[in-house]
Structures are given as structure tokens and as C-alpha cells.
């Protein structure tokens, strides 16, 4: 059973860093392009970007980029979401899910997700 | 890179059927899309993807075949039959775009189900 599996919920200060984990397990985690999607309060989703834990190959969103930083361990099945300086403006719930699919113009069909992580950021 | 538009707010009675209407911006008909379902407080689940020619590829894991897809120029369908309790969510929709390193998805807003 393809699973994924996110890091529990973190409360943060304005200025302070954080990572938080996706940790895929079911199926072979190298194989499948891994997204992130960001649901503020009461909104809709919000791709953030992509990785392929093979080779470490990353999208990102041009509304998140150099706001945030994607990695992943293939030795370990986990990716990774990164902050280096909060904003209350980040609080969210962060979504993991797994691309089902590749083909010539990329990764589709996010077919499986995590079960969120809530981000509280507040002074 | 394709503009996603959801209506806010649908509502069915129980038993009935609703059609959800996700629709490109203009130029993007040939687009396919995917649907997801957000119950309250959960994540979000595939549904099933549409193209023009109705659903590509399986539906999610354990989507009954109450939900169906259908396509229309610019317009992707979610129909629900027989509503349930349980249907009560929010459903998104989403397109990938763009390839290599212009790749991207789009999410429209989101439509809240309310079963009446």
C-alpha cells in the first residue's frame, strides 16, 4: 500500500527555520516525482514544487521560489520542505503527493497524498 | 499557463445528482485535468483525470462509479450521482502544464459541496 507519510505539526516564531518530511513507503520512492502543495486557511491548493528523489531533480513554482527549498534522502524515502526565515504569512497546512505519471512534458496525476502538515507561524 | 475557474459553491440533496464545472482559460481546451476531493478537515484524494474525450487512464483508489467526468471545450465536468452524505467536500481541479524546466500545476479555487 502506497503510503505517505508527513512530519507532525510545528509551531514557529516569525524569522525561525523549519523542516518538515514526507517519508514514502509502498513502492519504489526513486521511481515517482514528488510534489508539495500549500492550503492556506480556508483557500484552495498551491503547487510549491517537485522533486525526483532519484536524481534529486527540482521544480519549482515561480510564486515559491527562493521562498522555500525541496530535497530529498533516497536512502531514507523522505523528502523534504525547507524554510529558512518564517513569515506569519506561511501559516498553512502542507500537503506531500506522489506523481503517478511521467511522460514527455513531465510528472502527472498527484494520485497519492500525506495527510498534511499544519505550519503555525506566530509570534 | 491555463487559469483554472471553479464556481465557490454547488449544493445537492441527498439521493440527487450534481455536475461541478471546472473551466480553462481560453486557449487551453485541449487540456487535461485532474479532480480531487478535499472531505473536512482530511487531505485532498484523486478522483480521476479528464481529457476531451472524457476520463484518461483509472479512477482513483476506491472512487465508486457514482463520479463520473466529461469534457466540453473548456469546461471539465465532475458529475456526482446519487449524492451521499459523505460527497459532502470540497472538490478541486488541477492541470499540469509547461514541460522540462517551464513545467507547472495549477489548481482552481475549489468548490464547496454542501448535501442538502
Known amino acids: 500500500e502506497v503510503q505517505l507519510l508527513q512530519s507532525g505539526a510545528e509551531v514557529k516564531k516569525p524569522g525561525e527555520s523549519l523542516k518538515i518530511s514526507c517519508k514514502g513507503s509502498g513502492y519504489t520512492f526513486t521511481n515517482y516525482w514528488i510534489g508539495w502543495v500549500r492550503q492556506m486557511p480556508g483557500k484552495g491548493l498551491q503547487w510549491m514544487g517537485s522533486?525526483?528523489?532519484?536524481?534529486?531533480?527540482?521544480r519549482y513554482s515561480p510564486s515559491f521560489q527562493g521562498q522555500v527549498s525541496i530535497s530529498a534522502d533516497k536512502s531514507i524515502a523522505v523528502a523534504y520542505l525547507q524554510w529558512n526565515s518564517l513569515k506569519a504569512s506561511d501559516t498553512a497546512i502542507y500537503y506531500c503527493a506522489r506523481f503517478d505519471y511521467y511522460d514527455s512534458n513531465g510528472p502527472y496525476r498527484l494520485g497519492y497524498w500525506g495527510q498534511g502538515t499544519l505550519v503555525t507561524v506566530s509570534s | 499557463q491555463p487559469v483554472l475557474t471553479q464556481p465557490p459553491s454547488a449544493s445537492a440533496s441527498l439521493g440527487a445528482s450534481v455536475t461541478l464545472t471546472c473551466t480553462l482559460s481560453?486557449?487551453?481546451?485541449?487540456?487535461?485535468v485532474d479532480w480531487y476531493q478535499q472531505r473536512p478537515g482530511k487531505g485532498p484524494r484523486f478522483l480521476m483525470r479528464?481529457?476531451?474525450?472524457?476520463?484518461?487512464?483509472s479512477k482513483g483508489d476506491g472512487i465508486p462509479d457514482r463520479f463520473s467526468v466529461l469534457a466540453s471545450g473548456l469546461n471539465r465536468y465532475l458529475t456526482i450521482k446519487n449524492i451521499q452524505e459523505e460527497d459532502e467536500s470540497d472538490y478541486h481541479c488541477?492541470?499540469?502544464?509547461?514541460?522540462?524546466?517551464?513545467?507547472?500545476?495549477?489548481f482552481g479555487g475549489g468548490t464547496k459541496l454542501t448535501v442538502l
Open positions: 522533486i525526483y528523489p532519484a536524481d534529486s531533480d527540482i
Open positions: 479528464v481529457g476531451t474525450d472524457g476520463i484518461v487512464g
Open positions: 481560453s486557449g487551453y481546451s485541449k487540456f487535461k
Open positions: 488541477g492541470a499540469e502544464h509547461g514541460s522540462g524546466s517551464n513545467f507547472g500545476l495549477v
